[in-house]
């Protein structure tokens, strides 16, 4: 994990420095970033970047402490559990498009609006979408990011006591929220802390999300960095690679300070558990946090129903809740032309899924033959790709692979997908692995099994569930990667997530949403399989269903 990223890192570094002999750079200065810094947006993109990147983060983890606090071990809860996967698995293209048509000034909300409440006849002149505080960009990243950190935070959960520490403050008669904050939040964060700073480095250098809901004059500095990577005069190369090198010092400077503010929120908390209060308003708590998540995955439900009927819609003025008619021309029109894209989305998508699966279980497999326990520090090899910025060392990555000859085609795309699917698989995975019984190898040990014989004969079987919702993960994962594919692929590999991004620009909706629903149902149906076959396979054992 650390080769590919070091690889890249260093791609960009020279670049950025002069050192690029293929375009004329032989000596090494400092003249891309006197450059950089010249260009009059530099300012205000860089502050956008950091400013979206840590809004998004704590609102997200604020969402998901509430949503733990006020309903954990509620029946509510497990049904918050349920809905994470199918959440988790919209890509951030199609979760952005949604919203995008759902708060836009002619979107959905605006027609249930109008005119019976805000008089309008006609779309109004608000700079809703790609506003230049990027708000609306803001929004976008919650809503995907509140489902990620939530998953990460279950699994934190299930590593510690979670429930005697909190039924103990109970007893002494904190207020569940308070309780909760006290006693588990503590412990909870320190287990979270790598996704959580994932979450903030992909939220301030994210693209595809920023191409469809972020500020254009200028843009984020992430996106200003592709624009320059795809400028016809290829010296726009050393600016390019000079800005991500201040990208990824923007990264790192806002991770330290972010750990900083740690230090000073726990010298906070430690004094207020010191204080014993032990009241809390847990109703607004709980009204509160449940209409954040009621708004986060309302907000992907109905975006994607807001889709499905731009997809199908004929005439559709404003400020008509629906459509005049409805149709199926859009879809026969691209027909032809989408279904290559999906094959080649579904090739790269399933080698890459696979790739990391076989990784993930021979490392965990590894772990069981040699008593091996990874530490906390080893997880940090795990959350690399995810945690340096992608602008940063995938325009490194593609100048290496320039120099090569392997850009451009299917192999470079899977192999840089790899990179980042294989953490999301392992994350997914490790844990139900590792919980497995082991009882039951010691039967199958003590009937003349080996050790591979256990693996494939028992243990594999057993977990058949976790491994398909950790493939689906994956592949759903692969599917809505777009600045590796657009990269590693030169613009030559079509997947819908590069084409659906590109279509942004038109602003055709019918189009868009054909694209769009077609990502989310490509990435959508491997979950479906995990919760078919597992039922199918072993309908006649129910004991083997191993979650």
């Not at 909870?188 to 693209?207: D, E, G, H, K």
């Not at 003349?448 to 994956?474: F, H, Y």
Request: hydrophobic share 55%.
């Amino acid at each position: 994990m650390v080769g590919p990223v070091v690889a890249g890192v260093l791609g960009t570094l020279a670049p950025a420095f002069g050192y690029l002999p293929a375009l004329g750079g032989d000596n090494f200065g400092l003249a891309a970033f006197r450059m950089l810094f010249e260009w009059p947006g530099v300012f205000r993109a860089s502050v956008l970047s950091v400013t979206t990147g840590v809004a998004a983060t704590v609102l997200s983890l604020l969402v998901v402490v509430l949503i733990c606090a006020s309903w954990s071990g509620t029946r509510a809860f497990q049904i918050i559990e349920r809905m994470l996967s199918p959440l988790l698995s919209i890509p951030h293209a199609a979760a952005a498009f949604g919203l995008a048509f759902l708060i836009a000034p002619s979107g959905w909300i605006s027609r249930a609006t109008s005119p019976w409440l805000t008089g309008w006849e006609r779309p109004p002149d608000i700079l809703i979408l790609q506003d230049p505080f990027g708000l609306s960009l803001i929004a976008g990243l919650v809503v995907k990011e509140v489902p990620f950190l939530l998953l990460m935070t279950l699994a934190a959960l299930n590593q510690i006591r979670t429930a005697q520490a909190r039924d103990t403050a109970l007893a002494l008669g904190y207020a569940p929220v308070t309780a909760w904050i006290k006693t588990v939040f503590p412990r909870v964060y320190a287990q979270i802390r790598l996704p959580v700073f994932a979450v903030l480095a992909f939220s301030m250098t994210v693209v595809d999300v920023s191409l469809i809901l972020g500020p254009t004059t200028p843009p984020t500095l992430a996106v200003q960095i592709l624009k320059w990577m795809n400028d016809p005069d290829l010296n726009m190369r050393f600016l390019a690679s000079a800005a991500a090198v201040w990208q990824l010092g923007l990264v790192i400077g806002t991770l330290i300070l972010w750990r900083l503010a740690e230090r000073l929120m726990a010298g906070l908390g430690r004094n207020w558990v010191i204080s014993g209060g032990r009241g809390g308003a847990t109703g607004l708590f709980r009204g509160v946090s449940l209409g954040a998540a009621a708004l986060s995955a309302g907000a992907i439900f109905f975006g994607l129903l807001g889709l499905s009927v731009w997809s199908f819609a004929g005439f559709w003025s404003f400020p008509d809740l629906l459509p005049a008619a409805f149709s199926t021309k859009t879809w026969m029109r691209h027909m032809m032309n989408l279904w290559p894209i999906v094959t080649e989305t579904l090739v790269i998508a399933c080698a890459a899924t696979m790739v990391a699966l076989v990784l993930t279980l021979a490392c965990l497999e590894a772990e069981e033959r040699h008593g091996l326990r990874p530490s906390t520090k080893a997880l940090w090899l795990l959350y690399v790709p995810l945690i340096v910025p992608q602008i940063a060392f995938l325009t490194g990555l593609q100048t290496l692979a320039i120099f090569t000859g392997i850009d451009g085609n299917r192999i470079a795309v899977i192999v840089v997908h790899v990179i980042f699917v294989l953490p999301y698989v392992f994350l997914s995975l490790a844990d139900p692995f590792r919980n497995w019984d082991a009882r039951y190898g010691h039967v199958a040990r003590a009937l003349g099994a080996g050790c591979d014989g256990v693996l494939w004969r028992v243990r594999l079987p057993m977990l058949l569930r976790p491994i398909l919702i950790a493939s689906a993960v994956g592949f759903a994962v692969s599917i809505g990667q777009f600045l590796p594919t657009l990269l590693a692929g030169a613009g030559r590999v079509q997947t819908l997530t590069t084409e659906a991004v590109a279509l942004a620009s038109g602003g055709d909706r019918r189009v868009i949403s054909v694209y769009a629903l077609s990502q989310t149902a490509l990435a959508l149906l491997p979950f479906a399989l995990a919760l078919l076959l597992p039922a199918i396979v072993w309908r006649n054992r129910r004991g083997l269903r191993h979650a």
